[in-house]
T-cell receptor
Framework: DAKTTQPNSMESNEEEPVHLPCNHS???????IHWYRQLPSQGPEYVIHGLTSNVNNRMASLAIAEDRKSSTLILHRATLRDAAVYYCILSGAGNMLTFGGGTRLMVKP | ETGVTQSPTHLIKTRGQQVTLRCSSQSGHNTVSWYQQALGQGPQFIFQ???????GRGNFPPRFSGLQFPNYSSELNVNALELDDSALYLC?????????????FGEGSWLTVV
């Protein structure tokens, strides 16, 4: 399975944009890029996913590099509720997810 | 609210016992996966069921088994419990197994083995 690399932790100020990077240099042509976040003692929450084009939804934006070897999750205005562990995951055939360690996002008021 | 419900939310078992965890997938979702998440770790894929058949399996021993029913709900069974089986067990469902379908997780079942 293709793997992803994320920073262990990041810090942001409330109401500022946050850019969470993810490297996936061994991604295959059919792998989708998924982002989930997880609060303590809760199940992972779907954030966004995409294949090649940039994607936007009410929660976030996903910017995918032209060569697809990296992507960035963009939270447009961080709130305290956005503090969580963010996972960047690739899914191939069968749509099974292989989680890595994720990025712990801390949001300062 | 993802529509994926799991039961029980918490349970305590003794080493050597057996446990069954249950999951109701989101309405219309025919694909269910189970994940194990140890404290401080990311979730690890156990197996996936698609239309009542096991469709893929992670690196877990045979004492981890499952079922999917005609209504697409699912069970995870673990036999001969070990202390290291203590974890959050997550169920996830999707419309089908095609790559790119959105996958929704439940809140999990916390299992403690003593």
């Amino acid at each position: 399975d293709a793997k992803t690399t994320q920073p262990n932790s990041m810090e942001s100020n409330e109401e500022e944009p946050v850019h969470l990077p993810c490297n996936h240099s061994t991604i295959s042509g059919t792998d989708y890029i998924h982002w989930y976040r997880q609060l303590p003692s809760q199940g992972p929450e779907y954030v966004i996913h995409g294949l090649t084009s940039n994607v936007n939804n009410r929660m976030a934006s996903l910017a995918i590099a032209e060569d697809r070897k990296s992507s960035t999750l963009i939270l447009h205005r961080a709130t305290l509720r956005d503090a969580a562990v963010y996972y960047c995951i690739l899914s191939g055939a069968g749509n099974m997810l292989t989680f890595g360690g994720g990025t712990r996002l801390m949001v300062k008021p | 609210e993802t529509g994926v419900t799991q039961s029980p939310t918490h349970l305590i078992k003794t080493r050597g016992q057996q446990v069954t965890l249950r999951c109701s997938s989101q309405s219309g979702h025919n694909t269910v996966s189970w994940y194990q998440q140890a404290l401080g770790q990311g979730p690890q894929f156990i197996f996936q069921y698609y239309r009542e058949e096991e469709n893929g399996r992670g690196n877990f021993p045979p004492r981890f088994s499952g079922l999917q029913f005609p209504n697409y709900s699912s069970e995870l069974n673990v036999n001969a419990l070990e202390l290291d089986d203590s974890a959050l067990y997550l169920c996830a469902s999707s419309w089908d197994r095609t790559s790119g379908n959105t996958i929704y997780f439940g809140e999990g079942s916390w299992l403690t083995v003593v």
